[in-house]
């Protein structure tokens, strides 16, 4: 079993629906979680970030943390042509220092 | 101000042929990391630095792979004896906390 793993897409939403992309861990230890955007031939570029249970949200996203489900997810509201990339969850296992664990990302198509 | 930079941006090397990749962190980070990533996966974790203390290198692949940052400011990754395995983007970020990374925009390399 992966450490963190993410279905691989791709998700294909419509422009101006919502996106919803889910993410599993297997470390209970995990303290935090953070969701990275990559387009393609391009380097990871970090969305959010959220340390405790619940939802944070920044402007059209959402994160949304359940540490006893060992669950995250990012939601992405009013969806964008420009949103179609691919997401990446990182987790940091804490125990092991400050290194991020990624799963293999889930690639989002938005359709206009 | 600047963001993370690496050079080169691209890298052609011949099988057995030693390369040596930069970064140069974002000004006032103590913390630097690099990642291996390989078409289609997630980044992978490679090393990790604390100014110029490497206190995690435990995924470096082998032995072949030496990486330092002897003024705990730039820091090179270093490949000796390349071999096709290694072809991928190599990404480095930096973080002020050792927990929110920013990532450069890597350097790809392709060994023939």
């Known amino acids: 079993q992966k450490e963190v793993e993410q279905n691989s897409g791709p998700l294909s939403v419509p422009e101006g629906a919502i996106a919803s992309l889910n993410c599993t861990y297997s470390?209970?230890?995990?303290?935090?979680f953070f969701w990275y955007r990559q387009y393609s031939g391009k380097s990871p570029e970090l969305i959010m970030f959220?340390?405790?249970?619940g939802d944070k949200e920044d402007g059209r996203f959402t994160a949304q943390l359940n540490k006893a489900s060992q669950y995250v997810s990012l939601l992405i509201r009013d969806s964008q042509p420009s949103d179609s990339a691919t997401y990446l969850c990182?987790?940091?296992?804490?125990?092991?220092?400050?290194?991020?664990?990624f799963g293999g990302g889930t690639r989002v198509l938005v359709k206009p | 101000g600047a963001g993370v930079s690496q050079s080169p941006r691209y890298k052609v090397a011949k099988r057995g042929q030693d390369v040596a990749l930069r970064c140069d962190p974002i000004?006032?980070?103590?913390?630097l990391f690099w990642y291996q990533q390989a078409l289609g996966q997630g980044p992978e974790f490679l090393t990790y630095?604390?100014?110029?203390?490497?206190?995690?290198k435990s995924g470096l692949p082998s032995d072949r792979f030496f990486a330092e940052r002897p003024e705990g400011s730039v820091s090179t990754l270093k490949i000796q004896r390349t071999q096709q395995e290694d072809s991928a983007v190599y990404l480095c970020?930096?973080?002020?906390?050792?927990?929110?990374?920013?990532f450069g925009p890597g350097t790809r390399l392709l060994v023939l």
């Open positions: 970020a930096s973080s002020v906390n050792g927990e929110t990374q920013y």
């Open positions: 470390d209970r230890g995990s303290q935090s």
């Open positions: 959220i340390y405790s249970n």
């Open positions: 990182a987790v940091n296992i804490g125990a092991a220092g400050n290194k991020l664990t």
């Open positions: 000004s006032g980070h103590v913390s």
């Open positions: 630095f604390q100014n110029e203390a490497q206190l995690d």
